[in-house]
Each structure stands twice: as structure tokens, then as C-alpha cells.
């Protein structure tokens, strides 16, 4: 664990140079009149310097990086009830298939009228990212809460460009280790969520969602099977949502249950038209001090005809990491994990994972499965934030570390 305590300290470092300007001190300062009113009335002499008895110290870049990290109980109660929050961390990052990188990412926290203290904040993840590979990621997420919670919206904005590898259409192309094609990816996607209360943690509201994705040149034409390079899809549907959460960003106990239908017809100016099921059920319990027990069931089903960007793709931040993205690609997915997440120490904690997954086509191809475990690091960025380091395992040496804000699930 000692590479990733000098990751996060790098990480630290270079954040807090980010926070220098906000947080020295001017010089002016350094050098306080003890009573003002005193003299005020007192005529001072022009070379005169007035001094308090106690002047505030010359704090250094270490220092000012622990200020900003460093917060008391009575900071941390009164920062969870502020009405809008950021919180800016900036440092180096890595992953398999995109090399290193120097990354930005952030978390807005904010309440908005009907939806004050203790109820839960609002919460958006920020991001920004360029690699030694060429790749390169900007985008927002999160989850916005109106009206005391009887109202909730899911937001997502991201473009991406990726100079990667595709291997093509199904777990058997996955499977050959030289069987890929070089391409320069370019996608975006924006997805609305608009939920209303129904009873309790229960929700139900309609959804939008909007995908672009192109290959770029590629030597290997066959892998994409005739398919069009250039893919926009235009979607709606409804979402049905239970959660009993405590905490979005990082939960101690409850429930999460989601299920989306989406549908992409003809109509709708789609080349390509399918429908898309996502079914995700998650679990959290305190099991002692510090002790979490997490676990997710996830699964995506595309019924049509999806074109090869909008596959069900292994190999993603939240599931199976550790695994190629897209190296494993199909209409439909099925993954399940379990992780324990421990605080260890003050800020800091360790998880640790394991579970599996599948891609396939079929009921009759669902017979490939995929293991996936991994070991990380969590510091507690903001109260109930954490930035975690992850690293991933799967099968026949397969392996990435990952750098990111929130939870995985």
C-alpha cells in the first residue's frame, strides 16, 4: 500500500497548489493593530508599525494542503449544512487502457428551497482528464433533489475521445488477444432523468438520452460487421427508482433499486433502433466500526438491433475493473460484486472486491464468466466523499488501476 500512500500525497500536493492563492496569506496581514478603535484615535507616526501581540504565522504550501483537507467536527457539521459547496482535487491518474494522466475532478454539494439540513444534499461530480495516450474526458453527473426529496433529477453530460483498441462484437472476439483494430473514438452522451415521489423512497418519472459516437479511421473494417462508423441515437422512456440510501455519495445503509426502459424507434430519426433495459439492485450494511458491506447486481439488456458503440461494454469504472473497456462487448450484460469497505484510519480506508460478469446475445451464449476482484484505497475527500484508487483483476492477467471520485456503486 505504500505506492498508493505516495500516490494520494502527490495528489494532495498538487491540489493544494491549485487552493494557494485562495488560501495565503498577504502580507499585509501578517502584521495586525491589536485595538483599532485605539488608535483610531491616536495620531501614528508614518514609519511606525503597529503590531499584535499574537501576529498570525507564515503558513507553508504542506500546511496550507492539510488546512484544506483538515476539518474539525464542528467544520464538518457546519460545511454538510452550507447551502452550496465545491470542492476541487487535481492530481495524477492511471489506467490500463488509457496510460497516465493529469486529471481534474470535483464535487458540487448544494440545497436547494424545501430541502434544507438534515435532509441529504444535492451532489454533481465534476470531471476532466488528459492522458500520455491522447485521451481525453470532460463531463458533469449527479443527482439533484427538489422539494424536500418528493422530487429528484438524474443528469449526465459527458464527451469523451479515446484512441483505443476493438476488438469487435461478441465474447468470442474478446477472447483472441491479438484480434484487435486500433480506432479514435469520439462519443458523447447526455441523459435526463426527471423522478417524482410516489410513496415513501418509491419514484417514477420519464427519460431522455442522447448518444453520439464515430469510429474514426480504422484498419480492421470487418470487426464492425457493415455497421455504420458514424452513430447518434435518440431515446426516451421512463425510469422506476426505490432508494433508502443514507447518503448518495458513499452509504452506510439502505436500499437502491433501479429500473430504466428506454426505447429508440425509427421515428426518431434512429439508424439504428432498439430498446435498452437496465436493471441495477444494490444493498449497504454497517457491519461494525468503520465496516461496510456492499453489494450490486447489475444487468443490460439491448432488444433490436444496437449498433457497436451502443453495446453493452465490460470493463467500466463501476464494474468489472480492472478489465479492458470494450474489450468484451454484446447486447446484453450481466455483472455481480461484493465489496468490503473498512475506515482505517482518520480519513483513510481500504475495500476490497470480487465478483464476476458475462457479456452475450443470447440465453444460449450466457455461459462465459468473467471473474473480476481488486484491492483499493479511500480518502475521505469531503464528509461522505471519497476519492478512491482502485486495482482491478480479471482473467488471464488482465489488470488497471483507476482513479476516481465517489464510489464505484
Not at 470487418?222 to 455504420?228: A, V
Not at 443514507?246 to 424507434?265: E, H, I, K
Not at 452475450?360 to 484491492?375: M, R
Request: charged share 20%.
Amino acid at each position: 500500500m505504500r505506492r498508493y500512500d505516495i500516490i494520494v500525497t502527490i495528489i494532495l500536493l498538487i491540489s493544494g497548489v491549485s487552493r494557494s492563492s485562495a488560501q495565503a496569506i498577504p502580507p499585509e496581514e501578517m502584521l495586525v493593530i491589536a485595538d483599532s478603535t485605539l488608535y483610531a484615535s491616536q495620531p501614528v507616526a508614518a514609519d511606525t508599525v503597529l503590531v499584535d501581540s499574537v501576529a498570525k504565522p507564515h503558513r507553508n504550501l504542506l500546511q496550507r494542503v492539510i488546512d484544506y483537507f483538515s476539518e474539525t467536527e464542528e467544520e464538518v457539521i457546519a460545511n454538510a449544512n452550507k447551502k452550496f459547496r465545491v470542492s476541487i482535487l487535481g492530481g495524477p491518474n492511471f489506467s490500463s487502457d488509457t496510460g497516465f494522466g493529469i486529471g481534474l475532478a470535483g464535487v458540487a454539494t448544494y440545497r436547494l428551497n424545501g430541502c434544507d439540513a438534515p435532509m441529504q444534499p444535492s451532489s454533481q461530480t465534476l470531471f476532466a482528464n488528459y492522458t500520455t495516450k491522447g485521451f481525453w474526458s470532460v463531463g458533469v453527473q449527479g443527482t439533484t433533489l427538489f422539494l424536500g426529496e418528493r422530487m429528484r433529477m438524474n443528469s449526465e453530460l459527458v464527451v469523451n475521445y479515446s484512441p483505443r483498441r476493438f476488438w469487435g462484437i461478441g465474447y468470442e472476439r474478446g477472447e483472441v488477444n491479438d484480434g484487435y483494430t486500433g480506432l479514435h473514438q469520439y462519443d458523447a452522451r447526455v441523459l435526463l432523468e426527471m423522478l417524482f415521489g410516489i410513496h415513501g423512497k418509491f419514484y417514477v418519472g420519464p427519460a431522455v438520452r442522447w448518444d453520439y459516437a464515430r469510429s474514426g479511421e480504422t484498419e480492421r473494417i470487418e470487426l464492425f460487421e457493415g455497421q455504420d462508423r458514424v452513430v447518434r441515437n435518440y431515446g426516451f422512456g421512463v425510469v422506476a427508482l426505490y432508494d433508502s440510501r443514507d447518503v448518495m455519495t458513499n452509504a452506510y445503509s439502505g436500499w437502491y433499486v433501479y429500473l430504466g426502459q428506454l426505447f429508440r424507434p425509427k421515428f426518431l430519426a434512429n439508424h439504428y433502433s432498439f430498446s435498452t433495459t437496465d436493471i441495477k439492485l444494490c444493498h449497504y450494511r454497517s457491519l461494525w466500526t468503520g465496516g461496510v458491506l456492499a453489494g450490486e447486481i447489475r444487468s443490460t439488456f439491448n432488444f433490436g438491433n444496437p449498433s457497436w458503440a451502443m453495446m453493452s461494454l465490460l470493463g467500466t469504472p463501476g464494474t468489472m475493473r480492472g478489465y479492458y473497456k470494450g474489450r468484451y462487448r454484446d447486447k446484453h450484460i450481466t455483472t455481480v460484486q461484493v465489496e468490503l469497505r473498512q475506515r482505517v484510519y482518520k480519513r483513510s480506508g481500504l475495500v476490497v472486491w470480487g465478483g464476476g460478469g458475462s457479456v452475450y446475445h443470447d440465453s444460449e451464449s450466457f455461459k462465459h464468466w468473467l471473474p473480476n476482484y481488486g484491492i483499493g484505497y479511500r480518502f475521505e475527500f469531503r464528509n461522505r466523499v471519497n476519492v478512491r484508487l482502485d486495482y482491478g483483476f480479471g482473467k488471464g492477467g488482465q489488470n488497471g488501476f483507476l482513479f476516481h471520485i465517489n464510489e464505484a456503486f
